[in-house]
């Protein structure tokens, strides 16, 4: 008997059964194992009917654009590494290899932005995020290369050890990896190991998204017309007479391309239009209500997808902050802590950490950031360099742009009542004591 093979089933098949023999478990119909079931369904169908998996969710607008929104917004913050300082502080460890990888290129074909938006990406539709780590005979970190998280599984074996089952895309090959070679980033779960899928999770509510999406879509493919009934004042004939007709009114009337046509009804015959238009459904209602549940689900203010109904100008700075605060700040420490445990040694993790530049998201309006700069400079707490440099402007050449001042008539608390008044002289700056040398602000 000849070898059975199934083309389009072959590869990823195999692929699986492969995985499974490396599990060594098996998998059948009677018994069957999460992925095979995934695959074989392709997730589940919504009460609205509606088949809602990662895939089929982004076929709506709204759920695009939040995972677009969160991908895009978290790949644009900076990412470096930074190292301790003796004296206090931080400051950008350059010279540490993983630094180039996080912050320009991650492998030799992706951009750090490519990368992290990838990932990301992964992170708001499946809930997990994996990478691969490649490491030199050395011990340290050479490369970073994504991982579907459709095709890979975590799981924990007898001895407690956690192992990834996964496929590496660039040869194809099922392959079961340590815990130290996967960069994991889980979102909320409530086991510690896993993420939960927003679109598993939420599927009734992306399922009526994708439902109202198609019923406006089928009502204008129908020539935006509701269904009717045609009337006669005589019979008709047999009922194949009236399956003639009706199938030829549908064939030269539906669809947008027929709209107006001149429709010529035989002796006493009548159409009349039934049902309501959309509006008076509620069909727009709804749509614009799911906004604001597909918005809720990512934790998206509604502005941003585009629902502009309560927004002001005023509201929508606020909003953007909250957004920062609330929705960025959390995947944000989920990705520094992740960085921080999977691709820095254990004594490396006391003086190194990777931290995303979010202070560009909180800029606001330009008066008010330039009022807010003044203060810290005003006291001491910036110098002018760094001030251009938030700014994205050159700094000061010489001593000056390196100097920090501090508002002459501020008088240590300490100091009230001892002669700091009464001297009718001004405390001396601790930080720039020669005033010869104060500047003004940029």
Not at 205 to 223: D, H, M, P, V
């Amino acid at each position: 008997m000849n070898d059975l093979r199934i083309p389009f089933l072959s590869n990823w098949v195999q692929r699986q059964a492969a995985e499974a023999v490396l599990e060594e478990r098996s998998s059948t119909l009677a018994n069957p194992d999460s992925w095979l079931v995934d695959w074989l369904t392709d997730g589940e169908p919504a009460s609205s009917g509606i088949l809602v998996n990662e895939n089929t969710a982004l076929h709506s607008t709204a759920v695009f654009a939040c995972v677009r929104i969160l991908a895009e917004t978290i790949a644009s913050l900076p990412l470096q590494l930074y190292q301790q300082r003796k004296q206090g502080g931080k400051e950008v460890a350059y010279s540490h290899p993983l630094h180039s990888i996080l912050h320009d290129s991650p492998n030799e074909e992706m951009t750090a932005f490519v990368f992290i938006e990838t990932l990301m990406g992964h992170l708001a539709t499946w809930g997990n995020a994996y990478a691969e780590i490649e490491w030199d005979g050395a011990g340290r970190v050479i490369g970073l290369w994504p991982l579907r998280p459709d095709q890979t599984w975590v799981n924990r074996d007898a001895n407690g050890a956690i192992w990834y089952h996964t496929i590496i895309q660039r040869t194809g090959d099922a392959v079961v990896l340590p815990a130290y070679r996967v960069l994991h980033i889980p979102g909320l779960g409530f086991d510690g190991l896993k993420g939960y899928s927003p679109i598993s999770k939420q599927r009734e509510a992306i399922g009526l998204t994708l439902a109202t999406e198609k019923y406006g879509a089928t009502y204008f493919g129908n020539g935006a017309r509701p269904g009717g009934v045609i009337e006669s004042t005589r019979k008709i004939g047999d009922q194949a007479a009236i399956d003639r007709l009706r199938n030829q009114w549908h064939d030269m009337h539906s669809g947008l391309q027929k709209q107006h046509r001149i429709a010529i009804l035989e002796e006493g015959m009548q159409y009349k239009q039934i049902g309501l238009p959309p509006e008076d459904s509620q069909f727009l209602e709804t749509r614009k209500f799911q906004l604001g549940e597909i918005a809720r689900i990512f934790r998206v203010p509604p502005h941003m997808i585009g629902d502009l109904e309560r927004s002001t100008n005023n509201n929508i700075e606020h909003q953007s902050i909250e957004f920062v605060m609330h929705t960025i700040r959390p995947w944000v420490v989920r990705w520094e802590q992740a960085i921080k445990l999977k691709l820095l040694t254990r004594p490396e993790r006391k003086k190194y950490q990777a931290l995303f530049n979010v202070n560009g998201l909180m800029r606001g309006d330009y008066k008010s950031r330039q009022e807010g700069l003044n203060i810290m400079r005003q006291n001491g707490i910036i110098n002018a360099n760094t001030w251009l440099e938030m700014e994205d402007m050159n700094p000061i050449d010489g001593p000056e742009g390196e100097a920090y001042l501090v508002n002459g008539n501020m008088t240590p608390v300490n100091a009230t009542g001892k002669g700091g008044e009464q001297s009718g002289q001004a405390e001396r700056n601790p930080i720039n004591p020669d005033p010869g040398k104060q500047a003004g602000s940029p």
